[in-house]
């Protein structure tokens, strides 16, 4: 890389994309930034013509994502915050194809999770902020809406959101939206398709695997030292 973190041909380094992702999550997990005006630059910058901005949008999606495995270590206030942004993401359509199949598996093994305490409660309640942000959408996909309120526990204890989700599905049966759910193709067990087993990244987004962060990003490893 060149000097003051400019690669060779005028481009951002990948350590100056990943330090300008990580200030944007600090922002939201301090509430500098609200979750709506992040959302707003993150329209910006998904459709922007300048390639840094292209890549530190890229570089939020994927690191948020690499983050699932740690959701269960997360403070509780985090654990809101990062479940309201990532079921605002899927709202607001900034997510697409492979990776929107990616996400929507995230929250539906987040909710088959029992609710209560521990990691499991934590994965739960995390599946839980992030569904009701787009809750609008699922209209979209009655074969994955059919598999949510297949889940016991979600119909024992919110049996008013499985009674939500079913009318959404009707809606969509009578919209003629569907047999195939379209952009998310779902697999036997319910999944949505076409995703390598265990891949905690979003393919295609353009980044490399960081190594282990740990905790919330930008947050200096929190979700660890909570765990």
């Known amino acids: 890389a ?22 944007y999550f600090q922002k939201i997990y301090t509430s500098e930034q609200s979750i709506a005006e992040v959302i707003e630059m993150l329209k910006r910058f998904k459709t922007s013509s300048n390639q840094r901005e292209q890549e530190i949008f890229a570089c939020m999606i994927h690191n ?18 990062t479940g309201i942004l990532f079921g605002t993401l899927i709202q607001h359509q900034l997510v697409s194809s492979i990776t929107l199949g990616i996400a929507l598996r995230y929250v539906l093994e987040a909710l088959r999770k029992p609710p ?11 599946g ?40 959404a599905m009707k809606a969509a049966q009578q919209k003629g939206a569907g047999s195939g759910d379209g952009s998310m193709p779902l697999d036997q067990a319910g999944n949505p398709a076409g995703i390598p087993g265990g891949a905690a990244g979003a393919p295609g987004m353009g980044m490399s695997e960081q190594a ?16």
């Open 212 to 227: 282990g962060m740990g905790g919330v990003p930008g947050m200096g490893g929190m979700g660890g030292m909570a765990g």
């Open 128 to 167: 839980m902020f992030a569904l009701e942000q787009f809750k609008a959408r699922l209209y979209e996909w009655p074969q994955y809406c059919s598999h949510i309120v297949q889940i016991d526990h979600l119909k024992e204890l919110h049996a008013d959101l499985v009674y939500e989700i079913e009318r």
């Open 2 to 23: 060149g000097a003051e973190g400019q690669a060779p041909g005028g481009g951002s380094s990948s350590d100056d994309i990943e330090d300008m992702a990580n200030s």
């Open 116 to 126: 209560g305490g521990g990691a499991n409660g934590k994965m739960f309640r995390f």
């Open 64 to 81: 948020l994502f690499d983050e699932y495995r740690f959701f269960h270590k997360y403070p509780e206030k985090e654990l809101r915050i």
